[in-house]
Nanobody, 126 residues
Framework: QVHVVESGGGLVQPGASLRLSCTVSGFSLDYYAIGWFRQAPGKEREGVSCISSSDGTNYADSVKGRFAISRDTSKKTVYLEMNSLKPEDTAVYYC????????????????????WGQGTQVTVSS
């Protein structure tokens, strides 16, 4: 069975940092890309960042220079380091898995991702 579990969300002030974790089981990260997406109330789910099985990365323009995605294959965990957080980063953050060739840039579109975690809430407020 495929399981995806996110953790690390919380309530922080603007300018603070958080590290989100996505731990997966039931498949190998050798063959899947992992993406982080977020959804604010009343808005569509949007792509934030993703990492391929060859460690290629992709970032939304809104988070470039502030967020960094990484992978620890031995722990089957993908991390999203979020720095200089802004109120507009407030959302439920989800991670998902996508069967994408390792040489291909992972897409930041939800339809390519097959399995999802339950989400973790990130709130940035003063």
């Amino acid at each position: 069975q495929v399981h995806v579990v996110e953790s690390g969300g919380g309530l922080v002030q603007p300018g603070a940092s958080l590290r989100l974790s996505c731990t997966v089981s039931g498949f190998s990260l050798d063959y899947y890309a992992i993406g982080w997406f977020r959804q604010a109330p009343g808005k569509e789910r949007e792509g934030v960042s993703c990492i391929s099985s060859s460690d290629g990365t992709n970032y939304a323009d809104s988070v470039k220079g502030r967020f960094a995605i990484s992978r620890d294959t031995s722990k089957k965990t993908v991390y999203l380091e979020m720095n200089s957080l802004k109120p507009e980063d407030t959302a439920v953050y989800y991670c998902g898995t996508a069967l994408i060739p390792s040489s291909m840039t992972c897409p930041l579109v939800t339809r390519n991702y097959d399995f999802w975690g339950q989400g973790t809430q990130v709130t940035v407020s003063s």
